[in-house]
């Protein structure tokens, strides 16, 4: 997998953007939620309005993994007041990383992930931050891995349906390569 390119989205995007997050967003939730409710979150944060203001805002960042032009997943993160909650103006949240089903296991999210730590590095970012789905057994587990731990909890509303995200973080540590 060392062909994946990684990419910034531009408005020009937008409908690119829109395919990626709805098939991947479907993918990995669509068996354990309610038809109704997929389809109410699918169309409101995925609609080409929203999309748009993510990609115009500064503070946010959308980046597409790229395998033999193909987009296959896509990262974005969320930089001061962009941030979903409002915790320290100098950390960095990981918004999303999303890969298509098939793509899993192939480390094409361990390269959106670096990507979120070099910009995290680049900003000098004190820590990341994440919120993931608590039956999201297989994103804990990867952040697991690349050493996060949970902080806090808080809500995430899929349609009408309450859920409970983990709030994960990883301090980094500050080199002189950061800086520059």
Do not use: P
Request: charged residues 25%; proline residues 0%.
């Amino acid at each position: 997998m060392e062909n994946i390119e990684i990419v910034r989205a531009t408005l020009q995007d937008v409908i690119k953007l829109q395919q990626i997050g709805k098939t991947t967003f479907g993918q990995t939730f669509a068996e354990l939620n309610s038809e109704e409710n997929m389809q109410k979150y699918l169309q409101e944060s995925f609609s080409i309005e929203k999309l748009n203001l993510e990609l115009s805002n500064k503070d946010s960042e959308i980046y597409f993994a790229i395998l033999d032009n193909n987009i296959i997943g896509y990262l974005k993160i969320n930089l001061k007041e962009a941030q979903t909650e409002k915790l320290d103006l100098d950390a960095l949240e990981i918004e999303r990383i999303y890969v298509i089903k098939e793509f899993h296991g192939q480390k094409v999210g361990q390269f959106l992930y670096q990507k979120a730590i070099d910009r995290a590095h680049q900003i000098c970012a004190s820590y990341v931050w994440l919120g993931v789905w608590e039956q999201n057994e297989r994103a804990i587990g990867f952040y697991t891995k690349n050493g996060f731990e949970t902080f806090s909890k808080h809500t995430f509303w899929l349609g009408d349906d309450e859920q409970t995200d983990l709030m994960m973080k990883k301090a980094l540590v500050l080199t002189s390569e950061s800086k520059s």
